[in-house]
């Protein structure tokens, strides 16, 4: 199996958990790390309004709403939180939040974290691409998976039964808040946005968690055998990997995929009237993208460096990206 030569020490840069970056963490966490503190937050967040000029609520006010019952103890604390996540309006007589502590509350909404929500293995009227089986979509620990329980789905060399869920075909981070308000065919249309939204990112060069410069290279397999491999046990040969400098965030994806983000191959769809867009309120056409990004044929050309083409054909014409060993496309041919 061929690599690149990134090592551990240069995906983590300089910043690996215990360099600034680990330390400057900590010390808002202990900033924060205060129930009084949140509340102080909370209650001057729902006192905002979006289309205020004005949105300094007064200590009266942040007072009234966090209940406590010591003012000397309150304010103690919300002078704790001045400066990083709180700024006093001296001019207008009040606390706003800062950006970093509006999205911190964001967090905390979208419950990362917070709730312990949990999806049991549900039908969605999706088969199974590889074996025609009915596929599941099902969610715990924050992950949305997309799941055939009859074959391997991404994994058939592997032992899929040891998996949770068996059989995984995708799994994307999904916030908790967003899970009751999509139906189960929806919320794999959405887990789709979601996953191609971060994809998206990494492939572009940034963390989609962390905002850092993101590593990418090839993985590939040359004696494949893609109904269950005994070398990658992957249901793919060749994969795109995606690794964070600074937070270790990692992704990997086939290149059928990466392809879809490219403008040339956009437009070529779009030439022969298929929209790549995908909405999550938009079931049926998320399905049909899904399939053509499978039709999508991916080749080795060249293993030092690695190049891998990747060919869209549609009414006997045919699009080909080639990619280079870091997982730019550096050609476009038609
Ligand atoms: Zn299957
Ligand atoms: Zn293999
Ligand atoms: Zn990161």
């Not at 966490?29 to 503190?37: C, D, I, P, Q, W």
């Not at 270790?248 to 059928?256: E, F, I, L, N, R």
């Not at 080749?299 to 045919?318: F, N």
Request: hydrophobic share 35%; with cysteine.
């Amino acid at each position: 199996m061929s690599n690149t030569d990134t090592t551990e020490s240069q995906r983590k840069g300089s910043h690996g958990s215990h360099g600034p970056i680990g330390r400057h963490a900590i010390e808002a966490f202990a900033l924060l790390g205060h129930k009084t503190r949140l509340e102080i937050l909370l209650a001057i967040w729902k006192a905002h309004d979006l289309r205020a000029d004005d949105n300094a609520v007064a200590f009266s006010q942040i007072r009234k709403r966090v209940e406590h019952d010591d003012p000397g103890n309150l304010r103690y604390h919300l002078e704790q939180l001045d400066g990083q996540f709180v700024r006093q309006q001296a001019d207008r007589g009040g606390y706003e939040l800062r950006v970093p502590a509006q999205q911190l509350i964001q967090t905390v909404i979208a419950g990362a974290g917070v709730h312990d929500e949990y999806l049991e293995p549900t039908d969605i009227d999706q088969q199974c691409p590889f074996c025609g089986a009915q596929t599941v979509m099902s969610y715990r620990e924050g992950i949305l998976f997309w799941a055939c329980h009859e074959c391997g789905g991404m994994t058939p060399g592997q032992d899929f039964a040891s998996f949770d869920p068996p059989g995984p075909l995708t799994a994307h981070p999904f916030d908790p808040a967003g899970l009751d308000e999509w139906t189960p065919d929806e919320l794999r249309a959405a887990s789709t946005v979601v996953g191609r939204r971060r994809l998206r990112s990494a492939f572009d060069g940034v963390c989609p968690n962390c905002s850092s410069p993101v590593d990418s290279w090839f993985d590939w397999c040359p004696d494949h055998n893609s109904d269950g491999c005994d070398d990658c046990g992957l249901r793919f040969g060749t994969t795109a990997h995606f690794r964070c400098r600074t937070c270790d965030h990692h992704d990997g994806s086939t290149p059928k995929h990466l392809a879809l983000f490219h403008p040339a191959v956009v437009s070529f769809y779009d030439n022969h009237g298929i929209s790549t867009r995908v909405r999550a309120d938009d079931f049926e056409h998320a399905r049909r993208i899904y399939s053509l990004m499978l039709s999508h044929q991916v080749t080795v050309v060249e293993d030092d460096p690695i190049r891998v083409t990747v060919t869209a054909s549609q009414d006997d014409e045919m699009i080909r990206l080639t990619f280079d060993e870091t997982v730019r496309v550096v050609d476009v041919c038609r």
